[in-house]
């Protein structure tokens, strides 16, 4: 079966400009996860979507971070306006349900902010 | 809150050796246990897990023991190979907080 997909790969901007990511999860996998992670770290939930319905976003600095799932299926994460300390690897997750469930990574997405 | 804590990497050895990388996790409640690795260039992926104490994981020849009285959840091989080179991550999952909370992973560089 095919994997999470993401783009880009990596993404260089400058502070104060915007950027997006998207997501594609597996086929069937009703939630879907970002993380972010940074370097010398473990990935750190922003959002999680059961459906196209949001259940955690606790930690979604929502001042810059957005987030949506449109029709419970693919996913974009935007940052608008960047910050030097948003340089991180941007990781999407889908998972059948819980995320006590097993999650299934996509590559990421590598972002510097200079 | 929910925290795991690994040993810090990177963790070198040579083909064939005994590996083992601690991790130790603060729960409320009863945590599941999971072992995520990451190779090179690629997404995580599951490894292992545990769900309750007691449980031994098993996968690839890598073992886990869910340990409730010293709140570990220790990662071993008994022969390690070149390809098993890549980032280990422990994390746990409880029902209270609804996600998985990672430690900060730890390098194992294996060489022949």
């Known amino acids: 079966e095919a994997g999470v997909a993401q783009s880009p790969r990596y993404k260089i901007i400058e502070k104060r400009q915007s950027v997006a990511f998207w997501c594609n999860p597996i086929?069937?996998?009703?939630?879907l996860y970002w993380y972010q992670q940074i370097l010398g770290q473990g990935p750190k939930l922003l959002i999680q979507?059961?459906?196209?319905?949001?259940?955690?976003d606790s930690q979604l600095p929502k001042d810059r971070f957005s987030a949506e799932r449109l029709k419970g299926v693919d996913s974009t994460l935007k940052i608008q306006p960047a910050k030097l300390e948003d340089s991180a690897v941007y990781l999407c997750?889908?998972?059948?349900?819980?995320?006590?469930?097993?999650?299934?990574f996509g590559p990421g997405t590598r972002l510097t902010v200079l | 809150g929910d925290s795991v804590t690994q040993m810090e990497g990177p963790v070198t050895l040579s083909e064939e050796a005994f590996l083992t990388i601690n991790c130790t996790y603060t729960?409320?409640?009863?945590?599941?246990l999971f072992w995520y690795v990451q190779y090179p260039g690629e997404g995580l992926q599951l490894l292992l897990k545990?769900?309750?104490?007691?449980d031994k994981g098993s996968n690839k020849g890598f073992e886990a023991t869910y340990r409730k009285e010293t709140t570990s959840f220790h990662l071993e091989k008994g022969s390690v190979q070149v390809s098993d080179s890549a980032v280990y991550f422990c994390?746990?999952?409880?029902?209270?907080?609804?996600?998985?909370?990672f430690g900060t992973g730890t390098q194992l560089k294996v060489e022949l």
């Open positions: 997750a889908s998972s059948l349900g819980t995320p006590s469930d097993t999650q299934y």
């Open positions: 086929s069937g996998h009703a939630t």
């Open positions: 979507f059961q459906n196209n319905g949001v259940v955690d």
């Open positions: 729960a409320t409640g009863y945590p599941s």
């Open positions: 545990a769900t309750k104490a007691d």
């Open positions: 994390a746990l999952y409880t029902g209270g907080g609804n996600k998985l909370t």
